[in-house]
């Protein structure tokens, strides 16, 4: 069973925003069906995490009525680094198990 949370993109800006150092950035690309996570290191891209939309609130600002579900990305040295801290901050109300 994983942990996934339902957010909004203005929820995930929010948690993301502290975490940016000189040797991570992170920014979030909005698209039709899914938000993705760039992470930006020293030397440029590295890698990019695609959420999946799950809902968009009609007549409400895009970065606050669509609703994008994270579930942990794969396991990996960079993305351990992105997903612990976003993981600690995820409003704990927000937690749906998944089979």
Known sequence: M????LVSISVLNEILA????????YRLVPGQDFVTVVYYGPCGLIKQMPFPV?????EVP???????????PERSREWSGFWTPVQKHLPST??????
């Open 2 to 5: 994983e942990l996934c949370y």
């Open 18 to 25: 502290p975490l940016a150092t000189k040797e991570a950035r």
């Open 54 to 58: 799950v809902y968009r609130i009609p």
């Open 62 to 72: 895009e970065d606050e009525g669509t609703l994008i579900l994270m579930v942990a």
């Open 94 to 99: 927000s937690t749906y198990p998944t089979a």
